[in-house]
Every structure is written in C-alpha cells, then in structure tokens.
C-alpha cells in the first residue's frame, strides 16, 4: 500500500500544476491551429473549413512586416551579445564580493513596468524633448532631427528591454569555468587574449546561445516598443497580430500570422534544444 | 600582486566604467520616471520639467479608473502567484525529486512555455476562450497569468530540492515520521525560501505583464493596460507615482529578502 502511494506521489504533485499546463499552454496551441483555418465572422460564428487560404494571405499581406520583425529580433541579438559579453565577464571574473548587487542592478529596471519603462524612453527621445532639445539648442543636431519612429528606436527599446536576458545566462556560464582550467592554459603559456579565444569562449558559449534563445523569441515577437517608439514604417508582427485580434476580431487570420511566426521560431527553438539542451535555460531562469 | 595568479584579460578600468554605464542606461528612464512625478505640468502633457510639486502623491488615488486598475493588478497579481505557487511548488518538488515517467514531456512544456513568445500565448489563449465562449474578464487574465508562471516557480523549486541533503529526511523517517509528517516538518521549511521567491517572482510577472492580458482581458482593465489606453492623450502625473510606488516597494521587499538570506547565512 504504502509503496503504490511513493510510486504515486510524483504523478499526484505534478497533476494540478500539469493539467494547467495541458489545458492552457498546449491544447490553446490546438484551438489556435484549427481557428486559423476556418472561415467566418465573429457575428456568424466560424467553420472549420481546412481553409489555407489564410496562411497564404498572411505570407502575401504581411511578408514585410515579418521578415521586419526577424529581422529587428536578430539585429537585436546581434547588439546584446556584443554589448553583454563585457558586462557578464566583468561581473563574473571582477565582481568579486558585490557580484550580485551588480546583478540585482541589472534587473532593476524589472520593479517597473515594461510598457511603462517603454514610454519613458518615448519621453526621453521625443522630437523637442529633454535630449535632443538641448543639443539642438547648442547646433549640435539638425533641427529636423529625430529619432522617434526610425528603425534605431524601435532596436534600441528591444535592445533596452531585453538587455538583462542576455547577460545573465552568459553569466550564468563564465561563472561555471573553473578556474584550474584558466590556470591550466596560462601554466602551458597562452597569454591572456589566447586564453579568452580558446578556453573562455568557448566555455561561454552554451550562456551566448541560451541569451541568443531568450532575446531572439520575445524581440522579434514584440509589439509594444514598435507601437510606442516607432511609426507605420517600422511596423511589426505582432502589431499586426494585435490590430487583426482585438481590432478586427479576425481571429483565423490573427491565428494564421501567429502560427506562421511560431512556425519559424519554434523551429529554432526545437533545433536548439535538440542541440544544446533545455539546460542553460532553465538555470537562467531560476535566477 | 601576492595573491594567487588571477586570470587578467586587462582593461579591467574599462570594463568597469562600461557595467556602470550600462547600468546608469538600465535606470535612465525610472529615474525620469520618477522625477516627472514631482513635476507640475500647466497642460495635459507631463513632459518638459516645469516646477517641483509634491501634490500627486496626495492626489495619487483621485482618478478613480485608473485607481480600480491598479487594484485589479494586484487583486490578479496575488491570486495568480499564491494558485502558481502552489501548482509550481508540486510540480518543482516532484522533477527535483524522482525521475517519472513522463517528467522529460513535462520539463520540455515548461521550457517551452518559458521561451515561447507572450503573443503566441495571449492570442492562443485568446483562440481557447473564443472557441469556448468563455467571457473575458479577471478570471482568465488570471488563468493565463498562472500558466506562464507555473514553470518558472517550479524551476527554482527544483533547483532548491536538488540539492537538499537527504539524509535529513532519512532521519526523520528512521524516527518513525511519515512522508506527511516528514514533508511539512523537514522538506517543507527547507525549501520554503525557494517557494518564497517563486512566489514573489510570479507576483511580478503577473503586475507586470501586458502582452498576454492584452490578449485575454477583454474590457477588464489592468494597470499596465490603462497606461496602454492613455498614452496617446498624455499619461497623468499619478501613472509616475504608482509607478515609482510599486518601484520602491519591490526594491524593499528584494532588499529585505536579501538581508534575512544574508542574516540567516551567517547564523548557519
């Protein structure tokens, strides 16, 4: 008796919080994929119909827009990865006692909302507003001058936002290398930059490629920082999926675009946890 | 240097301006944030600085949609965290603990849903309702609040029940305690800190979310939403008190949490 309940125990812990996972992650991902091909109107209710003709309107309506947002969401990753490798590795080799106040730093900007944080920026970069005022005053830019509703603002909100997403699981892994393996390269005589280029490198790559997989997926996905800092020439995705969700209540169409999108995504999320492991991850999450 | 050779790659003195810099770009905008709810705009726009006041944190409550919104937030954000950490501590303890059939499948969910794109979330839940005819409201912001905090609280669960010393428990069954007793009495205490900060860490997600309650809210308003709303015709100085509020409160809740992990290390 006793046994059968030990044998039991780990399926009757996981149960409430799997069934909510069942019900609300993966059978959603079901009702989105049979809605994107029906038909009809929020009026008349939908058909289930096999009608593709909704993904072909979402590749030829909104190619743009998509291939947009990949590319923001990879130009996005290309900068973190450049501007957090020097902050992980400061903070992981030369933080020594305050290594997680210069973390609790980093994730600061979290006690705030997002869209809230996202329109303080618009405050910051607004045409005559506290940055480009001054500098215009002082003849140092073109009075026609902007930077709200480019390109460069939307990235650089994705940039801003995302930005603790890539340094913390590239942390997470230059504070893995044991430092026998460091010295071990520097007795064998591999000045500093060999040492980097061949053994910490590598060894952080694992962290690189988890930021890539955390910052890549919501970047390209997002909708707010191209709403709030961009313009009709730097729409994403998602605000398409958004306008065509809760403006139009074209939910197969919404369905269609977003399940494109996934497709895409997923397929890099798939090829990286087949690779790499689902490890490096969920160790950045638990952070 | 005496100390033991230390691996230098140089431009240490750069480096360290660099973290600052970028850590002085993370808070940029909350300091702005903050100070404009100081200032005393003449016009609907709270935007250039004009005068320093003190009166919207006396009227921070006055509009009153506004007000209800934040409520609702944390009404979400309390419910959501206690059911997702309960859900989460169950589902953490068990992969920390056993390996089960069927704990791969479960693993490879929550890494999904901790790396899938909010909007694929809110509007695939949005598809689900929809489908269902289930009405929009609190009720389902809070279902899909609970969901994508599930994972997370159970991943640092488990990374706390991973490296529990087991020979406690073994003790206390040896003194004739069963798995209830022994559970609450033992396990339960020890990964309480854990359960705490997943506790904590959904409550913040769930405040702070917008994308999937965007999706799944309906004409229920939120108070990330009616900033949303309002910020085409201006946001009101109370939008930066509340903002900075909820700002000092959560940095007092991590440093106290801090300082007790801090006090408790030292007592053990």
Redesign the interface.
Known sequence: MNRV??TL???L??????L???L??????V??L??SLQQGDVVNGYRFTGHWQNYVDAVTDYRTQMIRSLVYGLVTTVVLVV?SF??A???A??GGKRK?T?L???L??????????T???R??L?DD??LLHPLKEAGLLSPGFHILGTSYAVIGGLV?NF??FMVLPIYVALERID?RV??AA?DLYAV??T??RKV?FPLALPGVFAGV??TF??A?????NSA?LGSSSTTMI?QV??AQ??ANSN?PM??AI?FT??AV?LAG?FVY?RLLG?ED???A??R | MTKTRRFRFGGEQVMFAYTWLIILWLVAPILIMIAFGFNNPHGRYNQTWQGFTFKWYSQVFEISDLTSALVTSLVIAVVSSVISGALGTGIGYALGRWRFRGSSTLNFIMFTTISSPELIMGISLLTLFVTLGAGLGATTITIAHVMFSVSFVATVVRARVVTLDRSIEEAASDLGAGPWTTFWKITFPIIMPAVMSGVLLAFVLSIDDFVVTNFTAGTTVTFPLWIWGATRVGLPPQVNVMGTLIFAAGLLIAVIANLRSRAKAKRD
């Open positions: 309940k030990r125990a780990p399926y812990l996981v149960l409430p919080g799997g909510w996972l069942l609300f992650f993966v059978v959603p991902m009702t989105m049979s809605l501007m020097p902050i590795y400061w903070i080799f030369y997680s210069y609790f730093l980093l600061l900007p979290f006690f705030v909302s997002f869209v809230l944080r329109i303080s920026w405050q910051i607004t507003g506290m801003y930005l603790p430092s460091i010295e520097q500093p930059a040492v980097f910490v997989l955390m997926v919501p390209s996905s997002d909708y707010v709030v998602g999926v958004q969700a809760l939910y919404a369905s977003s999108l996934m995504l999320i946890a689902t991850v969920m160790k999450a638990a």
